[in-house]
């Protein structure tokens, strides 16, 4: 992963731009494909394409705008956005299964032959095997980049995919059984499918603006701190930390031996800063208040001589992403 975010900017911006390009051109290629069978499944892989293209751009102008750098209006980024995006595509997919269904029921009843299922088959074979590219490049890009619009957009994309396969699966079936009510029938079963993925775009996206605990996070920012902790270092509490964009934000309380003079314990602060910048980037921010020690600290002070030392040192307490979010006031710390 790169630490240049010029670079991670350029590389995002040009990923969302394919994106956009490539789904236009696939949307084509899916309504042709449309036009010569008149099958029900084809066209509801061609409305999820819209909401592709649709959902591309949307994600193109995220990208662009969430790698501005923070201002005096915007002081925590604008990656935010992103969650938008992810929520507005979630959104986009669901329209697009209920409007599948919809389109399905009516032919489901009343089946309407198909012609030139042999073309239509190629065209969305080709459209397919184009798409599960386009989808694992973004979602390697948007891990890359550290862009949750681009995965959000390669994992629609690649839901694109298995709607493909189940509408070739299907139409496959019509062209050896002749049954054509298989036809809607698996476009209502593609319908579900994108319902279920919307949904759950959508709660990611929601997650990301409510701020919710991420506990992976937490506990890479604890591993990156006890590799290289020092036994100045007595414990932290009140771990916080959230993505925006390309953006970590992480606050928590260290406490510091109470008999530090305030030049001291920022030198201590400004170290553990250093550490989070080189594990995170330069987009990480960063903010550490210094508590001093207290009595019930004791047991997990490693600092010998020290005047205020009431017990002896049993074992320093490890650092876990759910203890170390709690309040020292909190039970079960």
Avoid at 215 to 226: A, G, H, K, V
Avoid at 272 to 297: K, N, R
Avoid at 302 to 308: G, N, S, V
């Amino acid at each position: 992963m790169s630490d240049n975010p010029e670079k991670r900017r350029r590389g995002a911006v040009i990923a969302a731009l394919a994106s956009l390009v490539v789904g236009g051109l696939l949307l084509a290629v899916k309504f042709l494909a449309y036009a010569q069978t008149g099958s029900a499944a084809i066209l509801s892989d061609a409305l999820e394409s819209i909401v592709n293209v649709v959902a591309a751009g949307f994600a193109l102008i995220s990208v662009i705008y969430a790698a501005t750098p923070p201002d005096s209006q915007h002081p925590y980024g604008h990656g935010t956005i992103e969650f938008f995006s992810a929520g507005f595509e979630g959104g986009l997919i669901i329209v697009a299964g209920c409007g599948i269904i919809w389109e399905s029921v009516g032919k489901l009843v009343s089946p309407v032959p198909l012609a030139n299922l042999d073309q239509g088959l190629v065209l969305l074979a080709g459209a397919g095997v184009v798409n599960l590219g386009l989808g694992l490049g973004l979602v390697r890009a948007g891990k890359r980049q550290r862009s949750l619009t681009l995965v959000a957009d390669g994992k629609h994309v690649l839901t694109d995919v298995v709607t493909s396969v189940g509408v070739l699966a299907g139409l496959f079936l019509v062209r050896l059984t002749g049954l054509e009510w298989l036809d809607p029938a698996v476009a209502c079963a593609v319908a579900v499918n994108i319902l279920f993925t919307g949904y759950r775009l959508m709660r990611q996206a929601f997650a990301g603006l409510m701020r919710e605990a991420d506990p992976r996070l937490l506990d890479e920012i604890c591993q990156t701190l006890s590799a290289r902790r020092k036994p100045i270092w007595i414990g932290i509490h009140r771990l916080r930390a959230w993505r925006s964009g390309n953006r970590i934000h992480v606050d928590f309380h260290l406490i510091l031996p109470r008999d530090l003079s305030l030049e001291a314990a920022h030198a201590e602060v400004r170290e553990v800063e250093d550490i989070l910048y080189a594990g995170f980037g330069s987009d990480a921010d960063v903010l550490i208040h210094a508590d001093p020690c207290d009595t019930p600290q004791c047991p997990e002070c490693d600092m010998d001589p020290c005047r205020w030392r009431v017990a002896d040192a049993v074992h320093a307490r490890l650092w876990f992403g759910d203890t170390a979010s709690l309040d020292e006031e909190e039970p079960g710390r």
